[in-house]
């Protein structure tokens, strides 16, 4: 027995595959809505894009050193927009 993965892209296609399962030919083993799978992949892509530009923004400015000791936040000052 193999497991494969199957990307089906017509919902008629979907249930050729459960009469396949009705006649024991094959198993369903878990399906993955199209919303969510694209999700998954815009996901993967977006973890690559975003550990790409972290590692530029470190090689721009791993030689800048700024001092914070003294700083305060001030989130009043921060969100007055005038």
């Known amino acids: 027995m193999e497991t494969v993965v199957v990307q089906i892209n017509n919902n008629r296609a979907f249930s050729f ?11 369903i ?6 919303s969510q799978s694209k999700k998954e992949e815009k996901s993967v892509n977006m973890n690559s894009n975003r550990v790409t530009r972290l590692s530029e923004i470190q090689a721009i400015t791993k030689n800048i050193n700024i001092d914070l000791t003294n700083f305060h936040f001030n989130r009043d000052e921060a969100n007055n927009y005038d």
């Open 17 to 27: 595959f459960e009469n396949l399962e009705a006649l024991n030919v094959i198993k």
């Open 29 to 34: 083993l878990k399906r993955i809505p199209y």
